[in-house]
């Protein structure tokens, strides 16, 4: 089982509406997670992260933990073409100091 | 504000030929620095992690290795390319929570 894990996609959604990314991890010392944006070609950009159960918003980005179903998930509302990307979900465990383990991503595509 | 530099940003180098990737950060001082793969289609897979000068800490065996001679600088290399090698080498900066990554290295072993 991999520690970090994402649907590959692609996830189609229609310009306007929400799309909503999922990561689920297996590791339950794991207490910070991370999403990153990747376009094609290019390095990741940290989004946001997040570290306490609920929500946590960032403009159209809304991340939400939920630690007690290991799970965390990324909203971005108002889809537009220009956030077509893959979006990576990182985990950070107390015992790996500042180690990140990353998801294989799941790639978003916003029809116009 | 911090800044992170990678050089260069593509290469093609042949089997058996050595390898030395540069990275230098700006704008802030002890950073984490790390080095990360991505191969086409996968995942990052962190390679190295430095939390100060001569401080080396390696993820994965395999025939690449890495120095940090100066606070804000790191060098991964190799001795002799094999074919797996080929792929997108980023490396990150980390202090607290986040950490940034540089543009990155596209390196195509032929």
């Known amino acids: 089982q991999k520690e970090v894990e994402q649907n590959s996609g692609p996830l189609s959604v229609p310009e306007g509406a929400i799309a909503s990314l999922n990561c689920t991890y297996s590791?339950?010392?794991?207490?910070?997670f991370f999403w990153y944006r990747q376009y094609s070609g290019k390095s990741p950009e940290l989004i946001m992260f997040i570290y306490s159960n609920g929500d946590k918003e960032d403009g159209r980005f809304t991340a939400q933990l939920n630690k007690a179903s290991q799970y965390v998930s990324l909203l971005i509302r108002d889809s537009q073409p220009s956030d077509s990307a893959t979006y990576l979900c990182?985990?950070?465990?107390?015992?790996?100091?500042?180690?990140?383990?990353f998801g294989t991503g799941t790639r978003l595509a916003v029809r116009p | 504000s911090q800044t992170i530099h990678q050089w260069p940003a593509t290469l093609v180098q042949p089997v058996g030929s050595p390898l030395s990737l540069e990275c230098t950060v700006e704008g802030t001082s002890n950073p984490n620095l790390y080095w990360y793969r991505q191969a086409a289609g996968r995942g990052l897979q962190l390679l190295f992690y430095?939390?100060?000068?001569?401080?080396i800490s390696s993820e994965v065996p395999q025939n690449l290795s890495a120095s940090r001679p100066q606070d804000r600088q790191f060098i991964l290399s190799s001795k002799k390319l094999l074919l797996s090698d080929s792929g997108f080498y980023l490396c990150?900066?980390?202090?607290?929570?986040?950490?940034?990554f540089g543009p990155g290295t596209r390196l195509t072993v032929t």
């Open positions: 430095s939390v100060g000068i001569g401080q």
């Open positions: 590791d339950r010392g794991s207490q910070s």
């Open positions: 990150a900066w980390g202090q607290g929570y986040e950490q940034y």
């Open positions: 990182a985990a950070k465990k107390k015992s790996s100091g500042d180690k990140l383990t």
